[in-house]
């Protein structure tokens, strides 16, 4: 069995990916808004985080938070953050995934990837480099033409903020192969 070693940087700022299960494109319903973003501030009200960073695209989120000063615990805050999803998307009349018998033995649903993808963020350039990635990314799924173009991401918070022009993020092509390294 696979032994994963999570980061454990005290009031550490973290980039996530999780994806949905068979990459079910069901984030950007209304349903799944609604029940995420309630799953989160439950979360969050019991057990604090800043999020610095957000894009939801049909079948997967990126985000990036800054955990309280001391605290590692973002495993926890993960599982709650799906569990609650899954109930409350379940209950609004949402479905699920048949999964294999191993997978419902460990608890598996399916609604979540049973694993998701995690990086330390070591300093303010890293953290530059993810929040550009996570506002092109719709851009570099062909989902709009532009960043400014896509509802559910933090760029617009930070085009108000002055961090970014509104025309930042035309075109995925115009950034180059880096941003493929980013996952």
Not at 68 to 81: A, C, K, M, N
Request: hydrophobic share 35%; charged share 30%; proline share 5%.
């Amino acid at each position: 069995m696979a032994h994963y070693r999570r980061a454990d940087v005290p009031g550490g700022t973290f980039f996530f990916t999780l994806v949905t299960y068979e990459r079910r494109p069901l984030l950007t319903t209304d349903l799944a808004r609604r029940v995420l973003r309630d799953a989160i501030e439950q979360v969050r009200s019991r057990r604090p985080f800043e999020i610095n960073g957000f894009v939801l695209l049909p079948d997967h989120l990126h985000t990036i938070w800054t955990l309280p000063s001391g605290d590692t615990d973002y495993p926890t805050r993960w599982r709650q953050i799906k569990t609650l999803f899954t109930r409350g998307w379940l209950a609004g009349g949402g479905t699920e995934r048949a999964v294999s018998v191993a997978q419902a033995v460990q608890g598996g649903r399916g609604i979540w990837q049973r694993r998701y993808y995690e990086r330390t963020v070591r300093d303010e350039a890293e953290l530059r480099k993810r929040l550009d990635y996570i506002h092109i990314n719709p851009v570099k799924h062909r989902l709009c033409e532009r960043a400014i173009d896509w509802p559910w991401s933090s760029f617009h918070r930070y085009v108000k903020l002055g961090e970014y022009e509104e025309t930042w993020g035309g075109s995925p092509e115009f950034y180059g192969d880096e941003w493929i390294d980013c996952e």
